[in-house]
Every structure is written in C-alpha cells, then in structure tokens.
C-alpha cells in the first residue's frame, strides 16, 4: 500500500535550511541551478519591523545556495528588491516559487506597493498602519524570468494575476503555485480575496490556466475552486500526476486533517474540481530533527516539495518558534524536511 506524505517524513536537519540574522526569512522555493548546486529564493525583511505584517510592506526576494538540499543555505544576493512605488511591486516582493523550464527560470512571486514612507526603526506599525491597509489592497501575483539562476531578472511591468471586479478575485491575488506542463502551459493555483464593501472577505482559492507563461493567463471558475465555506486553506502547492493533479496546502482550522495549521492533501482530475486525498494529512507542526529531539513548530507553512527524477525528495516549509502565531515568533527560518521514497 502506498504511504501518504506524512508517512514518508524523515528526521530534519536541525542545522540545515536558510536563517539569516537580523531579519525575518519566509517562503522557500528550491531549483537545482545550472552549477548544478541547489538554489533557494526566500523572503526576507528586517526584525526592526513586526513579523506580521513587516512582510506587506517590506519584503524582499533573495536567493541563497547550497551543496545539497538539505542545507544549511547561504545568503548570495537580493533579487527582487524593492524598485519605486509607482510599479506594481515597487515595495515589497513576497512568496517566490521557481520554476525551470528549459534554459529558461520562472519566478513566480507576490509584489504590492503603496503611495507612503518606509517604516523607520522604532516607529510604530501594525495592521491598521495606511501602509499595511495599501499594502494590501496591492497584492497581485506577477512573474520574473531569467536565462540564469544568477540573472538578470526581467520583472514584468503588469502583474499575470490582476484583480476581476465583482468576482472572488476582487480584491487581491497573492500565494502563486504553478504547475508547469511540458509544453510550457501553466496551470496556476492562487490564493484571492474579493472586496465586500470597502474591506476584505475570507481566503480563496482559484486556479488559472495558460498556453505559454508570460501569459495571459485566464481564470478557469466563476467560484474558487474549493469551496471556502468547507475549505479552509491557504499556501497551496501543486503538481502534475499521472491521473491529474495534486495539492498540497495549510489548513488553517484542522478539521480536514486533523491539525490546526498542518498540511493537507488533495487532487483533481483537471485542476478545478478537488476532493481530500484518502489520507489527508500531508505534514505536521510536530517535528522530528536528526537529533532524536521532538519540537511543535509554532508555525509551518508554505510547504514546497523539491521534486527529483520526477520524485518528490524534500519537503520545504517557513517555520517559526514560539507558541505559535506571527506575534508570538522570536526567530523564523525556512526548514527541510527529507523524504522517503514510496
């Protein structure tokens, strides 16, 4: 009988991944580079700032490299930095996901802008700051392509996710998970929210499709994808399998696998319509480090699986101390997590 992801977890290196000090790491996202070393594109923005919501407002893509995919990473360049607010993601770069497809990377990513001064250190700022409310209202999914892990990067001047008034979609787009085809179609699975009124209803989730990714990629559902009254879920991941699709994602209030903030798993059929994978469970906040020590992360998320000869091998997951909850953080980091085969 096959063993569900969960099922396959090995003991996480307890020095491995990516941490930088003095600044909040988040969202890795791992592709082997042309040199053949292992390359992760991370987020990260400085601890003088609120770990939620600092990143609305002042982060930025980097990239950091190792031998291996366990780690540790170290720091290389900022490769998406902050460009002027009068572009779409002028201020702030967020939620990277690298793809390849032949000589060529795809950096999937959030960017978000807004008309106000930086946060200085020491000054105060939360999520009713002007700049955090912009800040997000701003969000949109946009793309970044390069010839080479090192770049240059060409940043579209459009983001690929615009916001559709009067849809589910209305109000931002944000957590890029695309699914890459050999013929360079994309399916793109996207975290939305929809204005109701003048605010923000409840997280989304909606699938795109494309021919070529630069786009234009069109919305595949009047309705997301999965039904937010029954589907509370955010940070997906997806890829391609032999019957179709399949996802992986936080559940944010545990009653599809079980446990508040770990991970699920579904699949589809054709990338719109989903059901729960029989065991569905995917990951869980309860850590096993190599070592033999046990630790309950106080947040892991934004799962990313390093897929090798067409296997999954590694499990990338931004994680934090603490009680859990972005307040209660004193250090954050992206982990690893090794895989088993089937």
């Given at each position: 009988?096959?063993?569900?992801?969960?099922?396959?977890?090995?003991?996480?290196?307890?020095?491995?991944?990516?941490?930088?000090?003095?600044?909040?790491?988040?969202?890795g996202?791992?592709?082997?580079?042309?040199?053949?070393?292992?390359?992760?594109?991370?987020?990260?923005?400085?601890?003088?700032?609120?770990?939620?919501?600092?990143?609305?407002?002042?982060?930025?893509?980097?990239?950091?490299?190792?031998?291996?995919?366990?780690?540790?990473?170290?720091?290389?360049?900022?490769?998406?930095?902050?460009?002027?607010?009068?572009?779409?993601?002028?201020?702030?770069?967020?939620?990277?996901?690298?793809?390849?497809?032949?000589?060529?990377?795809?950096?999937?990513?959030?960017?978000?802008?807004?008309?106000?001064?930086?946060?200085?250190?020491?000054?105060?700022?939360?999520?009713?700051?002007?700049?955090?409310?912009?800040?997000?209202?701003?969000?949109?999914?946009?793309?970044?392509?390069?010839?080479?892990?090192?770049?240059?990067?060409?940043?579209?001047?459009?983001?690929?996710?615009?916001?559709?008034?009067?849809?589910?979609?209305?109000?931002?787009?944000?957590?890029?998970?695309?699914?890459?085809?050999?013929?360079?179609?994309?399916?793109?699975?996207?975290?939305?929210?929809?204005?109701?009124?003048?605010?923000?209803?409840?997280?989304?989730?909606?699938?795109?499709?494309?021919?070529?990714?630069?786009?234009?990629?069109?919305?595949?559902?009047d309705?997301?994808?999965?039904?937010?009254?029954?589907?509370?879920?955010?940070?997906?991941?997806?890829?391609?399998?032999?019957?179709?699709?399949?996802?992986?994602?936080?559940?944010?209030?545990?009653?599809?696998?079980?446990?508040?903030?770990g991970?699920?798993?579904?699949?589809?059929?054709?990338?719109?319509?989903?059901?729960?994978?029989?065991?569905p469970q995917?990951?869980?906040?309860?850590?096993?480090?190599?070592?033999?020590?046990?630790?309950?992360?106080?947040?892991?998320?934004?799962?990313?699986?390093?897929?090798?000869?067409?296997?999954?091998?590694h499990?990338f997951?931004?994680?934090?101390?603490g009680?859990?909850?972005?307040?209660?953080?004193?250090?954050?980091?992206?982990?690893?997590?090794?895989i088993?085969?089937?």
């Amino acid at each position: 009988m096959t063993r569900s992801l969960l099922e396959r977890m090995l003991p996480a290196p307890k020095n491995g991944g990516f941490r930088m000090e003095g600044h909040w790491v988040w969202c890795g996202s791992v592709v082997q580079g042309e040199d053949g070393r292992f390359h992760m594109f991370a987020s990260r923005w400085p601890e003088h700032l609120p770990m939620h919501p600092g990143w609305i407002v002042a982060s930025e893509i980097v990239r950091a490299v190792s031998d291996t995919p366990e780690g540790p990473y170290e720091f290389q360049e900022v490769v998406l930095p902050a460009r002027g607010a009068e572009y779409w993601d002028g201020r702030s770069t967020h939620n990277p996901h690298i793809k390849k497809f032949g000589d060529t990377y795809l950096l999937y990513y959030m960017g978000s802008t807004h008309p106000f001064e930086d946060v200085q250190p020491g000054e105060a700022y939360d999520l009713e700051d002007p700049r955090c409310i912009a800040g997000r209202a701003n969000k949109r999914v946009g793309l970044a392509v390069s010839k080479s892990v090192f770049g240059p990067w060409e940043r579209l001047d459009q983001p690929i996710m615009p916001t559709r008034p009067g849809r589910f979609d209305s109000f931002l787009t944000s957590n890029p998970a695309p699914c890459l085809h050999d013929d360079g179609s994309v399916l793109l699975i996207y975290k939305a929210r929809r204005y109701e009124g003048n605010t923000h209803g409840k997280m989304t989730i909606g699938a795109a499709r494309v021919d070529h990714y630069r786009g234009p990629y069109r919305v595949l559902s009047d309705d997301p994808v999965f039904p937010p009254e029954r589907f509370h879920i955010e940070d997906p991941f997806v890829w391609k399998t032999e019957v179709g699709y399949a996802l992986i994602a936080k559940d944010m209030d545990g009653n599809l696998g079980g446990e508040k903030h770990g991970g699920i798993q579904a699949w589809s059929p054709d990338g719109v319509a989903w059901r729960l994978a029989e065991k569905p469970q995917a990951y869980s906040r309860r850590i096993t480090w190599d070592d033999g020590t046990v630790q309950v992360m106080g947040n892991l998320e934004r799962p990313f699986l390093l897929f090798q000869n067409g296997k999954p091998t590694h499990l990338f997951a931004a994680t934090a101390d603490g009680s859990g909850g972005f307040r209660n953080a004193s250090n954050t980091w992206n982990m690893v997590i090794p895989i088993a085969p089937e």
